[in-house]
């Protein structure tokens, strides 16, 4: 699962996972030490091959390194495409959650961060990472499962068509 900051990828994964009844692992949880000291590269894509050999999984994160193992290890690959400005309030709420302490899908020791490199980053990700992504699901859309849900409509129906699958 990929998409901008604030598009709401931990909390679908949660929601997602327990309805596949799958283990879910958030890539912001395994990669950050606490400080927000980062893995090394080479060592952060060991991990992210290792995690990617289970059997089922929902993954959430973006890491771009990592994208092209994440891709070879999944069937189905879901883009959260919300608007900027859905993303940006979601931002500053979860700032305001989580002032005091770590998101559950965050590493312990990682407090809430607020800054503005941050807030850029996903106000520019529409224009910045979007077609790059969108291209890379166009490449991969005869062999993989491309999900791309540009609403929070959309992403409850996405979720409610699910448990009638299930």
């Known amino acids: 699962m990929i998409g901008s900051g604030g598009s ?4 679908f994964a949660r929601r997602l996972g327990a309805r596949l009844r799958i283990e879910v692992l958030h890539l912001d949880k395994a990669y950050w030490r606490p400080g927000w000291v980062e893995t090394p590269k080479d060592e952060w ?8 050999c289970g059997e089922a999984w929902v993954m959430d994160g973006n890491y771009g390194g990592t994208l092209d193992l994440r891709l070879a290890a999944c069937d189905t690959v879901i883009f959260l495409d919300l608007p900027r400005t859905v993303c940006l309030w979601r ?3 979860r700032r305001l959650m989580y002032r005091q302490s770590s998101r559950p899908d965050m590493a312990e020791g990682c407090r809430e961060r607020f800054d503005l490199k941050f807030l850029y980053w996903v106000w520019s990700y529409s224009s910045s990472r979007r077609p790059k992504i969108l291209a890379l699901l166009d490449e991969h859309s005869r062999d993989k499962r491309i ?4 609403s929070r409509a ?9 448990s009638l699958e299930v």
Request: proline letters at 0%; hydrophobic letters at 45%; aromatic letters at 4%.
């Open 8 to 11: 709401g990828k931990s909390a």
């Open 45 to 52: 894509r060991r991990k992210v091959g290792e995690l990617a």
């Open 147 to 150: 999900v791309r849900l540009r």
């Open 154 to 162: 959309e992403v409850e129906r996405f979720l409610d068509g699910l």
């Open 91 to 93: 931002v500053i709420k």
